[in-house]
């Protein structure tokens, strides 16, 4: 049966052979093959067979395809035949023959004879944005004491920044987390990427707690809650917003409530209870009423306070607002894998092949959306995430945006990874869809092994792509040739570097590189062998750049025809300690260092006053 695998795995858009940023050329091994087969949900030969010959039906028509919004479609393929449209919006239409006339902008479903497909209704492209300059914050990190950084601390910073001059501040992901367990605060790393983050609501009345350099979540998130609970007050406001949601937010806080009950993880509860549809599900939903409650009324308070922020960035002046961050993954135990587990790949993980970062390849511990399931729903979930998200937000990045291409599954156990392909046209077209909805921007993060052809689809589609001053370099001219200012890309959002790199003090001073020695990456000669090549490298870019100062950076930065350019808060108060660091969980205080500014103080500082200018002089 291994030529039926085969032909299964290749027909499912598993990549059969690939080669690594290394150069390294990996074939797909039998073992690799059956793992992400059984994340597919294949395991027996009897599934292999019965899936082969779904897959050699042919359709009547195409399970989806893009066409242009407001303009003329034609459908060859349904000759005379009478159809149903089922719009995305308003009542169902009936026709026939191949021409549909023009379709409004949505996800559309088309049936005729016993088939359907779906229309992907999206503009050809996005409008490119203005010249325009930022500021990225750790909301986390916002509160002047021991507690965890609000959404209120959030309007603040951006009230204040934007009074300052900046376009946008942007946070890393907002998605909702595991309020149960104050071990999992990492951003990117969520239960559910559809939901808000309830750790930074500000509650009416909370305590202070004692000012540190390190967030303690162990501390900050219970007193957070405690607080929280204190001021849940349902009111007629909120039982209004509640029956807009409709059943979705229902599912979600139910899991809440049960992870209160049996734990954050729900492969840990009871058997019964790991189907959202099921019998002990729904009796414990009727039994716990009012705990449903707060966590519907939480997503409430979420919901409010970040329109809040949103509309005190855009009172004070900003294009773009809120710049928000959608995580690449969700957690394989979260909310998102148990309202939707036929959506997800199981017994594998996301992560990247071997790089010049990472030897072995990397696995990222996030659930996998399976592109079958995904194209069967007419990719609507994709499409719920992106309207979550862009409905707080004028400004909109997308993580690992690779990952609308293909994505790398890494099986547990010693399997080596694979690569699966993804429907990127369409996934392509929904962003195009939300974003034209929202007339937001949206940014793909396309850093890393880069799949051939990617940069030009986001290019099309108005999508701008990612550039960082660290690694923008002419490498066929040695290691140390840095790209001028006019060589960057202008579809692009263009920084120093982002919260899994050094800093600007801290890549002058190698301290990422000390990190890696102190947590056991490299000995103590590749540390002497990395310091000397920092070293030259450092002395390269301040060369080109003009001067070693952060000014410099940030003229340089501001030079380049990169329609958006950012600055990152930690490198204008000259901090020489990152965000996070990749690859490590407890050994370096990931997500845990604060900013020192109180919020509505940012705007004011020396330091921002002079980027502003920089900025504002170079037309931004």
Same mark, same amino acid.
């Given at each position: 049966?291994?030529?039926?695998?085969?032909?299964?795995?290749?027909?499912?858009?598993?990549?059969?052979?690939?080669?690594?940023?290394?150069?390294?050329?990996?074939?797909?091994?039998?073992?690799?093959?059956?793992?992400?087969?059984?994340?597919?949900? %294949?395991? #027996?030969? /009897?599934? *292999?067979?019965?899936?082969?010959?779904?897959?050699?039906?042919?359709? !009547? +028509? =195409? @399970?989806?395809?893009? %066409?242009? #919004?407001? /303009?003329? *479609?034609?459908?060859?393929?349904?000759?005379?035949?009478?159809?149903? !449209? +089922? =719009? @995305?919006?308003?009542?169902?239409?009936?026709?026939?023959?191949?021409?549909?006339?023009?379709?409004?902008?949505?996800?559309?479903?088309?049936?005729? @004879?016993?088939?359907?497909?779906?229309?992907?209704?999206?503009?050809?492209?996005?409008?490119?944005?203005?010249?325009?300059?930022?500021?990225?914050?750790?909301?986390?990190?916002?509160?002047?004491?021991?507690?965890?950084?609000?959404?209120?601390?959030?309007?603040?910073?951006?009230?204040?920044?934007?009074?300052?001059?900046?376009?946008?501040?942007?946070?890393?992901?907002?998605?909702?987390?595991?309020?149960?367990?104050?071990?999992?605060?990492?951003?990117?790393?969520?239960?559910?990427?559809?939901?808000?983050?309830?750790?930074?609501?500000?509650?009416?009345?909370?305590?202070?707690?004692?000012?540190?350099?390190?967030?303690?979540?162990?501390?900050?998130?219970?007193?957070?809650?405690?607080?929280?609970?204190?001021?849940?007050?349902?009111?007629?406001?909120?039982?209004?917003?509640?029956?807009?949601?409709?059943?979705?937010?229902?599912?979600?806080?139910?899991?809440?409530?049960?992870?209160?009950?049996?734990?954050?993880?729900?492969?840990?509860?009871?058997?019964?209870?790991?189907?959202?549809?099921?019998?002990?599900?729904?009796?414990?939903?009727?039994?716990?009423?009012?705990?449903?409650?707060?966590?519907?009324?939480?997503?409430?308070?979420?919901?409010?306070?970040?329109?809040?922020?949103?509309?005190?960035?855009?009172?004070?002046?900003?294009?773009?607002?809120?710049?928000?961050?959608?995580?690449?993954?969700?957690?394989?135990?979260?909310?998102?894998?148990?309202?939707?587990?036929?959506?997800?790949?199981?017994?594998?993980?996301?992560?990247?092949?071997?790089?010049?970062?990472?030897?072995?390849?990397?696995?990222?511990?996030?659930?996998?959306?399976?592109?079958?399931?995904?194209?069967?729903?007419?990719?609507?979930?994709?499409?719920?995430?992106?309207?979550?998200?862009?409905?707080?937000?004028?400004?909109?990045?997308?993580?690992?945006?690779?990952?609308?291409?293909?994505?790398?599954?890494?099986?547990?156990?010693?399997?080596?990874?694979?690569?699966?392909?993804?429907?990127?046209?369409?996934?392509?077209?929904?962003?195009?869809?939300?974003?034209?909805?929202?007339?937001?921007?949206?940014?793909?993060?396309?850093?890393g092994n880069i799949p051939g052809g990617l940069r030009d689809a986001l290019a099309q589609s108005g999508l701008l792509g990612c550039r960082v001053a660290q690694f923008e370099r002419h490498w066929d001219q040695g290691d140390n040739a840095f790209s001028p200012a006019q060589d960057y890309a202008r579809a692009a959002l263009t920084s120093w570097g982002s919260h899994d790199l050094p800093t600007w003090e801290g890549w002058k001073s190698g301290r990422d590189i000390d990190w890696r020695r102190d947590v056991g990456d490299i000995d103590n000669v590749a540390h002497a062998d990395?310091?000397?090549?920092?070293?030259?490298?450092?002395?390269?870019?301040?060369?080109?750049?003009?001067?070693?100062?952060?000014?410099?950076?940030?003229?340089?930065?501001?030079?380049?025809?990169?329609?958006?350019?950012?600055?990152?808060?930690?490198?204008?108060?000259?901090?020489?300690?990152?965000?996070?660091?990749?690859?490590?969980?407890?050994?370096?205080?990931?997500?845990?260092?604060?900013?020192?500014?109180?919020?509505?103080?940012?705007?004011?500082?020396?330091?921002?006053?002079?980027?502003?200018?920089?900025?504002?002089?170079?037309?931004?």
């Open positions: 049966m291994t030529e039926s695998r085969d032909s299964l795995a290749a027909a499912l858009g598993v990549v059969l052979s690939y080669d690594d940023a290394t150069g390294r050329t990996h074939t797909l091994s039998p073992d690799s093959r059956d793992a992400v087969l059984a994340g597919f949900g %294949v395991h #027996s030969e /009897a599934e *292999v067979d019965a899936r082969l010959r779904d897959l050699d039906r042919q359709p !009547l +028509i =195409p @399970e989806w395809q893009v %066409v242009v #919004s407001d /303009a003329p *479609v034609q459908i060859d393929a349904l000759g005379g035949r009478s159809w149903t !449209l +089922i =719009p @995305e919006e308003g009542n169902p239409t009936q026709g026939q023959g191949a021409d549909l006339g023009p379709l409004p902008i949505g996800i559309h479903r088309i049936e005729v @004879e016993g088939a359907a497909g779906w229309l992907l209704a999206a503009p050809e492209t996005l409008p490119e944005p203005p010249l325009a300059w930022g500021m990225t914050v750790p909301l986390y990190g916002l509160a002047v004491d021991g507690r965890i950084g609000s959404y209120a601390d959030l309007a603040q910073a951006a009230r204040s920044l934007g009074a300052a001059g900046a376009d946008f501040v942007g946070v890393n992901p907002v998605h909702a987390g595991f309020p149960s367990d104050t071990g999992a605060f990492s951003p990117y790393a969520p239960a559910h990427r559809g939901r808000l983050s309830t750790m930074h609501v500000a509650p009416r009345d909370e305590a202070s707690l004692p000012p540190a350099d390190l967030l303690d979540y162990s501390d900050a998130l219970p007193a957070r809650m405690e607080a929280l609970r204190a001021a849940f007050r349902p009111d007629a406001d909120f039982t209004a917003w509640r029956a807009q949601q409709g059943a979705e937010i229902e599912r979600f806080a139910l899991h809440q409530a049960l992870s209160e009950a049996y734990g954050p993880y729900w492969p840990q509860w009871p058997d019964a209870l790991h189907d959202p549809e099921g019998e002990a599900a729904a009796e414990f939903a009727a039994q716990n009423q009012e705990k449903v409650a707060f966590h519907v009324w939480l997503q409430y308070m979420a919901d409010r306070q970040l329109a809040d922020a949103q509309e005190a960035a855009l009172n004070a002046g900003m294009r773009f607002g809120l710049y928000l961050d959608l995580a690449v993954g969700t957690h394989p135990k979260g909310a998102e894998t148990w309202g939707r587990p036929d959506l997800f790949a199981h017994g594998v993980s996301l992560g990247a092949p071997p790089d010049a970062f990472s030897a072995e390849g990397q696995s990222w511990g996030l659930a996998p959306m399976r592109p079958d399931t995904l194209a069967a729903d007419g990719f609507r979930p994709i499409q719920a995430i992106l309207r979550s998200a862009l409905s707080h937000a004028k400004l909109l990045r997308i993580d690992h945006v690779l990952g609308f291409e293909r994505t790398f599954w890494v099986p547990e156990g010693d399997a080596p990874g694979a690569y699966v392909s993804m429907p990127r046209e369409a996934l392509l077209a929904v962003a195009r869809i939300e974003a034209t909805r929202a007339g937001a921007t949206v940014v793909g993060e396309d850093l990395q310091m000397e090549a920092r070293r030259q490298a450092v002395s390269a870019f301040c060369d080109l750049i003009g001067g070693e100062g952060m000014d410099d950076l940030h003229q340089f930065l501001a030079a380049t025809p990169s329609r958006l350019v950012v600055a990152q808060i930690e490198d204008v108060l000259g901090r020489v300690e990152q965000a996070n660091l990749p690859g490590t969980v407890h050994q370096h205080p990931n997500w845990r260092r604060r900013v020192g500014v109180a919020p509505d103080e940012l705007g004011s500082l020396d330091a921002i006053q002079r980027t502003a200018i920089i900025m504002r002089d170079a037309g931004r």
